[in-house]
């Protein structure tokens, strides 16, 4: 078990050794990173809006919102999803390449990196041990801390349901693009891990240290709380739009419909404007909610809230 332990170590230590000469940047100058979890449903599409079109204000402030490699196949994602995606599939060379770049856009007067993708969280109970050891390896390198909002857990539930429907399929994932009903997919444990608060909170504190995990509650504007967390400015009265507005149930029905086709991801994409025009016609006919009270039941019992 310990030559294991060392021959892992070892592996881990060959993979950081191309970024020696980015380390000793990242070491002298006391970086913070911030690294935005999510969840989903909780302003992260605004905010991440909101620090994409400010990064060159940001930047004179000492604080880098880095740029997105993916925009060039997707310009309205500002997110980094690459995060979590080279960490689900382990290929970790990728996952150090892209942090080597982020580094490249570091400035001498640069304090605080922030990264955002409510994937993070989506996913991580798909990361493999090396990819949370590489995790791990960053808190030697920077002062991360890990920032998570946290909704009401029947709201988030329902609207991480919507979210899986809308979403196109893929071959390792059980929700995303399929037919189910709340109650079936509420009965998949890929999807209802994600009740599970406190266990991600744990498994955060594991990997990055049990003082550099920041929950908090959603109410509401998380793009205002952030501007005060940053101390970049007094939070306005007037509330941040909403950049993601979540589908009604009418939508979700039709959905479920366009699903049975097994549509390819670009085919699926081409509709979604489509179905957001017909989502606005239909809201003022549509009321309720998608979770009955045997439903609602359930994700009360099995949602675990942050307790630290």
Same mark, same amino acid.
């Given at each position: 078990?310990?030559?294991?332990?060392?021959?892992?170590?070892?592996?881990?230590?060959?993979?950081?050794?191309?970024?020696?000469?980015?380390?000793?940047?990242?070491?002298?100058?006391?970086?913070?990173?911030?690294?935005?979890?999510?969840?989903?449903?909780?302003?992260?599409?605004?905010?991440?809006?909101?620090?994409?079109?400010?990064?060159?204000?940001?930047?004179?402030?000492?604080?880098?919102?880095?740029?997105?490699?993916?925009?060039?196949?997707?310009?309205?994602?500002?997110?980094?999803?690459?995060?979590?995606?080279?960490?689900?599939?382990?290929?970790?060379?990728?996952?150090?390449?892209?942090?080597?770049?982020?580094?490249?856009?570091?400035?001498?007067?640069?304090?605080?990196?922030? $990264?955002? &993708?409510?994937? #993070?969280?989506?996913?991580?109970?798909?990361?493999?041990?090396?990819? %949370? @050891?590489?995790?791990? +390896? /960053?808190?030697?390198?920077?002062?991360?801390?890990?920032?998570?909002?946290?909704?009401?857990?029947?709201?988030?539930?329902?609207?991480?349901?919507?979210?899986?429907?809308?979403?196109?399929?893929?071959?390792?994932?059980?929700?995303?693009?399929?037919?189910?009903?709340?109650?079936?997919?509420?009965?998949?444990?890929?999807?209802?891990?994600?009740?599970?608060?406190?266990?991600?909170?744990?498994?955060?504190?594991?990997?990055?240290?049990?003082?550099?995990?920041?929950?908090?509650?959603?109410?509401?504007?998380?793009?205002?709380?952030?501007?005060?967390?940053?101390?970049?400015?007094?939070?306005?009265?007037?509330?941040?739009?909403?950049?993601?507005?979540? $589908?009604? &149930?009418?939508? #979700?029905?039709?959905?479920?419909?366009?699903?049975?086709?097994?549509? %390819? @991801?670009?085919?699926? +994409? /081409?509709?979604?404007?489509?179905?957001?025009?017909?989502?606005?016609?239909?809201?003022?006919?549509?009321?309720?909610?998608?979770?009955?009270?045997?439903?609602?039941?359930?994700?009360?019992?099995?949602?675990?809230?942050?307790?630290?």
């Amino acid at each position: 078990m310990e030559q294991s332990h060392i021959h892992f170590a070892n592996e881990i230590a060959a993979l950081l050794k191309p970024l020696e000469q980015s380390i000793e940047q990242v070491k002298a100058q006391n970086l913070k990173l911030i690294i935005h979890a999510g969840t989903p449903k909780t302003g992260t599409t605004s905010l991440q809006t909101y620090l994409d079109k400010r990064q060159r204000k940001l930047r004179g402030k000492g604080i880098l919102y880095p740029h997105n490699l993916e925009k060039i196949h997707n310009p309205t994602a500002p997110k980094h999803q690459w995060f979590e995606k080279n960490l689900v599939t382990a290929h970790l060379d990728y996952f150090l390449e892209n942090f080597k770049n982020i580094i490249s856009q570091v400035k001498e007067d640069t304090h605080t990196i922030i $990264l955002s &993708s409510e994937g #993070i969280y989506n996913y991580w109970w798909d990361f493999a041990d090396e990819s %949370k @050891a590489i995790l791990a +390896e /960053l808190t030697k390198l920077f002062d991360v801390e890990i920032w998570v909002w946290f909704r009401e857990p029947v709201e988030f539930i329902e609207s991480f349901y919507k979210q899986c429907v809308r979403n196109p399929q893929t071959a390792n994932n059980p929700c995303y693009g399929k037919e189910l009903s709340f109650a079936e997919m509420l009965d998949i444990d890929w999807f209802s891990q994600h009740l599970d608060y406190q266990g991600f909170v744990t498994d955060c504190q594991a990997v990055f240290g049990k003082g550099n995990v920041l929950a908090f509650n959603y109410q509401g504007d998380v793009v205002q709380e952030v501007i005060q967390k940053l101390g970049l400015a007094t939070p306005s009265d007037n509330p941040t739009p909403r950049q993601n507005k979540s $589908l009604n &149930s009418a939508s #979700i029905a039709l959905l479920k419909t366009i699903n049975h086709y097994d549509l %390819k @991801a670009k085919d699926k +994409e /081409l509709l979604i404007p489509h179905l957001k025009h017909i989502n606005d016609i239909l809201d003022s006919y549509v009321t309720g909610t998608l979770i009955d009270e045997e439903d609602r039941q359930r994700v009360v019992a099995l949602s675990r809230p942050v307790t630290c």
